[in-house]
């Protein structure tokens, strides 16, 4: 395995680090006045180690004294998960070619000029999936011959996620609306028969405008952590058909030209939570088809293990390297600027409430299959 797909994976030791953190030290006033601010700020060495670190980052990582982090980096110290899976630490994942905290103290010790970026984080807190959003300056300190960062964070989270959801919902809903409206004045003008036919499509037209409503609800409480389960029992094999038969008759469907195919597989009975599981397989699907061309076959399979039972959704696309890499961040997108919450919204579901786990596999050769793992019976 390679040391590094991004930046160097080479680490002062812990001695050495002791050493540079003395030497800030003697910075007049400069200990004093980054313990005085309210957000987190830590100086970094020119491996982009810790030897210091303000009040504002160990209160919330809940330490007393910084010997805990000395010596680590950034990524480490706030859990990210790329950090954890990296073969060097922070820095050296292939997804930290995509970090914006990374980016900002790299640019900071090549440009020698300070650089702020914003940075998608996923952490897990108590075996959740958690998203911070932050905004990271750097900036370059020389001392003694020594080159050292400055670092910032600012938690942006809720501005970034209140941002993102409400363009969204709006995009959304002010669409839907819109349709719902043109058919109505179109009813206007149709004869008895005609507008009956149009009643039908406008009460479609209503359901999917309700389920907008409800599903932004729903993944707003999600979020919050506040979101209480109603597990069901069901068949599999039914499931799976319903659900692609509603998809069948998605507008996105239509759109593509793209067909829906269950696999007959052999069936079991599971319990979870229907809505959320329905929702889950709903955006896989839907992302699936926007992803294929005209005349593809999405499939939808389901399988039973000895505790744990998975659905596949399957298509023909292949998904860039680069796009895997960021897949699962909130308000990450090739879709353009209203869209970022689908997959996002899988992972959070599908994990954090569902007790499972959401993963995909993309090759050029066989496509892309989104899966979803989950107990066999939740309570």
């Known amino acids: 395995m390679k040391n590094t797909y991004f930046a160097s994976p080479e680490r002062d030791p812990l001695s050495k680090v002791l050493e540079q953190r003395s030497q800030t030290g003697t910075l007049e006033y400069m200990h004093d006045i980054i313990s ?12 982009r180690q810790v030897v210091f670190s303000n009040e504002v980052l160990l209160k919330q990582l809940g330490l007393e004294s910084e010997e ?4 680590a980096r950034f990524g480490e110290i706030v859990g990210c998960l790329n950090a954890e899976e ?27 000029e300070k650089v702020s970026l914003e940075c998608r984080i996923i952490v897990d807190v108590e075996n959740a999936m958690k998203q911070l959003d932050l905004e990271v300056t750097s900036s370059p300190l020389f001392f003694q011959g020594y080159q050292y960062t400055i670092v ?80 069901k029992k069901a068949h599999a094999a039914d499931f799976a058909k319903k ?20 696999t007959e597989s052999a069936d079991f009975v599971f319990k979870t939570d229907l809505v959320l599981l329905n929702r889950i397989l ?22 039973k293990g000895k505790e744990h039972f998975s659905f ?32 996002y919204s899988m992972k959070l579901l599908g994990e954090n409430y569902l007790k499972g786990h959401v993963s995909f596999v993309s090759t050029e050769n066989e496509g892309t299959t989104f899966c979803i793992q989950i107990p066999l019976e939740i309570e």
């Open 152 to 231: 910032s964070a600012v938690d942006i989270s809720e501005k970034k996620k209140r941002q993102l959801m409400e363009r969204i919902f709006f995009h959304d809903v002010i669409n839907q609306a819109g349709g719902l409206s043109g058919l109505l004045e179109i009813m206007l003008d149709s004869t008895c028969d005609e507008a009956h036919e149009y009643l039908n499509i406008a009460q479609s037209a209503s359901k999917q405008l309700l389920d907008e409503i409800m599903w932004q609800q729903q993944l707003n409480r999600a979020e919050k952590g506040d979101l209480e389960l109603n597990p």
């Open 36 to 47: 005085s601010l309210s957000f987190i700020v830590c100086i970094l060495n020119e491996h």
């Open 86 to 112: 990296a073969p060097s630490g922070c820095g050296t994942g292939e997804a930290c070619r995509y970090c914006g905290a990374v980016n900002s103290i790299i640019l900071a010790q090549q440009k020698k």
């Open 312 to 343: 596949f959704i399957h298509n023909k696309s292949f998904i860039p390297r680069h796009v895997q890499l960021q897949l699962f961040q909130r308000s990450y997108t090739t879709k353009g600027v209203n869209r970022g919450l689908g997959t």
């Open 243 to 262: 659900i692609a038969e509603a998809m069948r008759h998605h507008s996105v469907s239509k759109m593509q030209n793209v067909d829906i195919v269950v």
């Open 68 to 71: 805990p982090i000395l010596g």
């Open 282 to 303: 709903t955006n896989m699907i839907k992302n699936a088809i926007e992803a294929s061309e005209s005349g593809d076959v999405v499939t939808v399979d389901y399988a």
